[in-house]
């Protein structure tokens, strides 16, 4: 989140982060703090399925590193998320945990209005990205 929000400060965004749990996001806010980048990120404490359903934002990028059981679930919601003027989405521990992120990477790759590559970084990443 922090080197997110280095960057949005340095063009102008803004970081939307998502945790289920009030403490990491309370240390999370902290750490925001001590590094002057509070300004640059909006701290949400629930369950993402819960923000994203709601949520009518577009974003131009979305890190989805939340539990990997639930991401196939969450497609419908990112897609219409994602802003289809160069948005993208980028999905952690494909390489690590291949099993539980499979659903969602079928649904990608089943979708004609995306495309997708995994690159072998960390656990492995997936970038997302439309047509």
């Given at each position: 989140?922090?080197?997110?929000?280095?960057?949005?400060?340095?063009?102008?965004?803004?970081?939307?982060?998502?945790?289920?749990?009030?403490?990491?996001?309370?240390?999370?806010?902290?750490?925001?703090?001590?590094?002057?980048?509070?300004?640059y990120?909006?701290?949400?404490?629930?369950?993402?399925?819960?923000?994203?359903a709601?949520?009518?934002?577009?974003?131009?990028?979305?890190?989805?590193?939340?539990?990997?059981?639930?991401?196939?679930?969450?497609?419908?919601?990112l897609?219409?998320?994602?802003?289809?003027?160069?948005?993208?989405?980028?999905?952690?521990?494909?390489?690590?945990?291949?099993?539980?992120?499979?659903?969602?990477?079928?649904?990608?790759?089943?979708?004609?209005?995306?495309?997708?590559?995994?690159?072998?970084?960390?656990?492995?990443?997936?970038?997302?990205?439309?047509?």
């Open positions: 989140t922090l080197w997110l929000a280095e960057a949005a400060k340095t063009v102008g965004g803004h970081v939307q982060t998502l945790e289920i749990n009030a403490f990491r996001s309370a240390q999370a806010k902290k750490y925001a703090e001590e590094f002057s980048l509070e300004a990120i909006d701290f949400w404490v629930g369950d993402a399925a819960d923000y994203l709601a949520s009518a934002e577009q974003y131009d990028l979305i890190l989805l590193d939340a539990e990997r059981g639930s991401y196939a679930g969450y497609w419908n919601d897609k219409r998320l994602i802003s289809n003027k160069g948005g993208t989405l980028i999905i952690d521990n494909v390489i690590s945990h291949p099993a539980e992120v499979k659903p969602l990477l079928d649904l990608i790759k089943n979708d004609e209005l995306y495309m997708s590559t995994i690159l072998p970084i960390g656990a492995g990443l997936c970038m997302v990205v439309t047509k």
